[in-house]
């Protein structure tokens, strides 16, 4: 077990993060990062959906030595438990991606990587050294965008794929409307900013490109544009790639693009789909031949209304059946979390909104507290629920609580 360090005695907990957070960010940002879709009601439930367990322990068993280690992408990860990919970290603290990617070399977790991060793949793989970094990707209709996206990871030596399939049409975010949200100078959407056919460097939330210098002198205005469908014939959408332009894909489809991304992705990167929240839809993800799964609802940013990811778990998992593993995101705030998690079935867990907290109180150093804590806590609750390692966790170790306040054996 790693050496005890310091406390960090102003924040304890990933709640007082959060709060500590709030100070650090400007308005803009923290609406941005904190907002659900909607009303959001799933963004509350995805953490409010715990609070239905409580841990069995068990007592009087040697557990004098835990291990919290799990099998990942052909390796072991010192915890079950990693860092999900978040778009434009540089506004939580200018280190951004790259200071989240040394916090995680140093702890041994894994990172996620946006596709629409502000440091290229490149800069957080070099961050990373040799700890397993993972790629998010949004499928854009245009997929040359998307080949040359999976030809940098490959090179860069990333272990796998995450295709996110939740968007096909963006979920409704009032308070992104309202402060009419755009990407600050000097940042950009770093992994496209070498794009020979899209000036991307300069692409901002919108849609809109904030033109150059050049361009002004020109009488130039670059935009883009979303696709559209006339009834007849679809025209993916042009210009720059932003955000809200390319990265909802409504041509998306099982039979044909999970078969192009598993040819272009293997033998380099596994192929997951991230977004899975239906027993159906698993086992349409085993039929096609993914590596595995991610139980989420993009952080309650999509589908309000949707079920917290930790309800839909127990569906996937029984549909599933051991065949791929079964992660799932959304809505963890303690170590005891991610207990509970696994012990309904997921196989290991990640991490989104704290580590952003994180990286704003204060930039690495915040993100390895925020790992740090969870860890703690989650190798405490272990212990004292009776397990020494992993696979150990089960259903055995939780009863569900209903709304009377009865519980029941799961």
Known sequence: MTAQQPHDLNCLTVAELEKHAEQCMDKQ???????????????????????????RPRVLRDISLIDTSCPLFGARSPLPMGVAPTAMQCLAHPDGEAATARACREAGVVIGLSSFATTTLEDVAAASGSNPRVLQLYLFEEREHSRRLIQRAKAAGYKAV????????LGRRNLEIRNQFKLPKPYKIANFAEDSDSPASKTVMDGAASDTDADK????????????????????PAGPISFHTHAPNPTLCWDRDIDWLRKECKPEMEVWVKGIATGEDALLAVYHGVDGIV?????????????????????VVDAVQGKIPVHIDGGIRHGTEIFKALALGAD????????????????????????????????????????????EISKDYLVKVDKSGFVSRL
């Open 29 to 55: 940002t923290r609406d941005y990062y904190n907002e659900g879709a909607d009303s959001g009601s799933t963004l509350l439930e995805n953490s409010q959906a715990y609070s239905k367990y409580r841990i």
């Open 217 to 236: 002198r020109e009488g130039k205005k670059s935009t883009s544009a979303p696709g559209v469908h006339d009834g007849e014939k679809r025209t993916p």
């Open 348 to 391: 290991f867990v990640w991490i989104g909104r704290p580590v952003l907290w994180g990286l704003s109180y204060k930039g690495q150093e915040g993100v390895a507290l925020c790992l740090r804590l969870l860890r703690d806590e989650f190798t405490l609750c272990m212990g004292l629920a009776g397990t020494v390692k992993v696979p």
């Open 295 to 315: 139980v989420s609802n993009h952080g309650g940013r999509q589908l309000n209304g949707a079920l917290a990811t930790l309800d839909a778990l127990p569906e």
């Open 162 to 169: 995450f295709l996110t399939v939740d968007t096909p049409m």
